[in-house]
């Protein structure tokens, strides 16, 4: 079957977007590989310059005061599985005594939604004393969870927590944000949240890419809070 018959057998919508000619097919095909390279390259960048700044496990990470937790999610209230196996490292990094703190960092933009108070149960629950766990109530994203780190919390240097498809993106933006850290991958069985959690890295990274560059403000930042500081010194 020729090019042409194959143009002529799409339906007529679709038939005016496809180039006519060689040269305009060939045109097509090269602006389409250009797109899939600039969308690659900020993954790419994540990859390249956070290889050095990943922990294996919880047991393989080095000390540092405080070990960040990203939110994930609630299911009726309480942590999502993700956000469970995330706490579930958090609190192996304290009994190991690998960090002496925990900031749990989330969404609390609702009154009928409120991740970090979720996790706080959660760890306590797990044996993590309540005063060695800080909340942060504005944890709306990725960068809004780093920046306030350290411009509120004045979280210097920390573990991050989060599942390996994220992680990288999570060193890669708390280290724009002025934080010295390592990730530490919650491993996942690769299924299809896996997957579908996966993907939805590629325009992540584009966004943390920009953010990186550009380090805006979070959305709420908000007064600088001592409870970290007091959270060590307990």
């Not at 090269?30 to 390279?37: H, I, K």
């Not at 047991?59 to 009726?76: H, K, Q, R, T, Y």
């Not at 900031?103 to 991740?115: M, Q, T």
Request: aromatic share 8%; proline share 7%; hydrophobic share 40%.
């Amino acid at each position: 079957m020729t090019p042409l018959v194959q143009i002529r057998e799409l339906p007529h919508r679709f038939r005016r977007l496809v180039p006519r000619t060689r040269r305009g097919r060939r045109r097509a095909v090269q602006a389409l590989v250009a797109l899939c390279v600039l969308a690659l390259l900020p993954a790419t960048w994540l990859r390249l310059t956070t290889d050095d700044r990943l922990a294996r496990t919880a047991a393989d990470a080095p000390s540092a005061p405080v070990a960040l937790v990203f939110g994930a999610g609630l299911w009726d209230g309480e942590p999502s599985p993700y956000l469970a196996h995330r706490l579930d490292t958090a609190a192996e990094l304290y009994t190991r005594g690998k960090v002496r703190a925990v900031l749990v960092s989330g969404d609390n933009s609702r009154e009928d939604y409120d991740e970090p108070s979720a996790m706080r149960r959660y760890l306590a629950a797990k044996g993590v004393p309540s005063r060695r766990v800080v909340a942060d109530y504005a944890g709306f994203d990725t960068w809004d969870s780093c920046s306030r780190a350290r411009r509120v919390f004045g979280v210097h240097r920390a573990l991050l927590v989060s599942q390996d498809f994220h992680i990288r993106r999570a060193a890669a933006l708390c280290r724009s944000a002025g934080v010295t850290s390592y990730g530490v991958p919650v491993p996942e069985p690769r299924d299809a949240t896996w997957y579908a959690s996966s993907l939805r890295e590629l325009p992540s990274a584009t966004k943390a890419a920009l953010e990186a560059t550009f380090t805006p403000d979070p959305h709420f930042l908000g007064p600088e809070e001592k409870d970290i500081a007091k959270a060590l010194d307990r």
